[in-house]
Structures are given as structure tokens and as C-alpha cells.
């Protein structure tokens, strides 16, 4: 079993976000813990990336702090999952990779936790901060300027993500075209070895026709050779 806990560092920050790869051996599950409270967004994503044999599939569950299951999938190569926590407690997401009897999967977890509605500070409307100087002033609102920075914040917690995502599709990508290179050229190796194969026996077969009648070879058709 694994534990990863969340640390807050800032007030401002409403959002906890958590990546990792790793991997899952064959007849095995792989559970984490995570820490969440009551009223919080739980959005998970989690995809496949390479096995060793056989599809990219995987089972999830994610499980409530008193056991429940809340999300349950069997055997999908990715999926993305979000739930409103209605418990304070550690919640459980386990990889099962028990019906596979040799093939060992990589799989890369995203898990973000962020409040349903992010607190704001409460600003009077006529409290305004006055920036410039004499000849020119500008008026600013803090309100707006704290809706901003959210703003910017949300979005760049969003692109991150989406890069990392797209990481994981190419890495999966990537597994499965050099896995297929492997396939072809072994599958190549074997067809030349056959092809080679088969002409030597062409080669002494054709050439033990023009040998004397007590070749070994022509001992095998006596027949064929008396015409």
C-alpha cells in the first residue's frame, strides 16, 4: 500500500494536484490513499501506458473512507472519473491487475482535489485601490483583481495538465509502435530463415537429380529418376 498526503503551502491555493507513473505486476493490486474533505472535488484520470503482454487494460476502483465503492471499472485501457466527496476521510484508489497472469502494466495516475467553490475574501463594493499618480489615475477593484488572478491560476493549472496527459498518450504511443517494430522484425527474421531454408532444400534437391543412381538422395525417389 502507498500514502500520498496533501501540504498546503499557500492560502490562495484551493487545488491539490497529484502525478505519477508506475507500475502494476502481473496478479497484483496497487492501492493509494488519499486524504479528502467533505465537500471537495474529486477528479481522477488514469490511463495505460505499456504491458509487457496483451492489451492495455487495467481495473480501478475508488473507495469511500468507510468502504464503500464509489467508481468501479473492469478492464479499460483509460478513463476519467469525477466525484463530490461527501465524507472527511482517506480515500482509496486501487489498480487491479489480478487477472492478468504475465503481463505487467504501466499506468500514469492524475488526481486533483479542489474545493466545490473556492472561497473569496469578502470585499466591500466601494473599496476601491487607486493606482498612477496626479496626472493620471487609474481605479482598480481588488475584487477584480483577485477574480483574475483565479482566472490565470485556473488556467494554468489546466494546461499543465493537458501537457501531461499528452505526455502520457505519447509515451503509450510510443510503446506500442516500437512493440510493433519488434513484432514485424522478428516476424521478418523468421520468414528469411524459412525462405533460405526452403531453397537449400530446393538447391540439393535439384542438384541430387544430376547425381549417379546410388546417391543417397535418389534412393528416396527411384521412380522419378528411372523415367
Not at 507513473?21 to 474533505?37: D, H, S, W
Not at 469578502?122 to 477574480?147: F, Q
Not at 502520457?168 to 527474421?189: F, G, I, P, Q, Y
Amino acid at each position: 500500500m502507498r500514502y500520498f498526503f496533501v501540504v498546503s503551502i499557500f492560502s490562495v491555493v484551493f487545488a491539490y494536484e497529484k502525478d505519477m507513473t508506475f507500475t502494476v505486476p502481473a496478479g497484483n493490486t496497487e492501492c493509494f490513499y488519499q486524504k479528502v474533505l467533505a465537500n471537495e472535488v474529486i477528479d481522477v484520470e488514469y490511463q495505460v501506458i505499456d504491458a509487457t503482454h496483451g492489451e492495455l487494460d487495467i481495473s480501478f476502483q475508488l473507495a469511500d473512507p468507510v468502504g464503500r465503492v464509489i467508481v468501479a471499472d473492469y478492464k479499460k485501457p483509460e478513463n476519467a472519473h469525477r466525484h463530490t466527496s461527501y465524507l472527511e476521510g482517506d480515500y482509496r484508489f486501487c489498480f487491479d491487475n489480478s487477472f492478468s497472469t504475465f503481463s505487467q502494466k504501466t499506468v500514469f495516475f492524475d488526481l486533483m482535489i479542489e474545493t466545490e467553490d473556492s472561497p473569496e475574501k469578502d470585499y466591500d463594493d466601494d473599496k476601491e485601490m487607486e493606482l498612477g499618480n496626479a496626472a493620471e489615475t487609474y481605479m482598480m477593484r481588488v475584487k477584480d483583481i483577485s477574480e483574475s488572478v483565479n482566472k490565470v491560476k485556473d488556467h494554468m493549472a489546466t494546461a499543465r495538465r493537458l501537457q501531461e496527459l499528452l505526455s502520457a498518450h505519447e509515451a503509450r504511443d510510443r510503446n506500442l509502435a516500437e512493440d510493433m517494430c519488434s513484432r514485424v522484425m522478428k516476424w521478418s527474421l523468421w520468414q528469411i530463415a524459412v525462405m533460405l531454408l526452403v531453397g537449400i532444400t530446393q538447391v540439393v534437391f535439384v542438384k541430387s537429380l544430376f547425381q549417379e543412381p546410388n546417391s543417397s538422395i535418389k534412393k528416396f525417389v527411384p521412380n522419378f529418376l528411372s523415367q
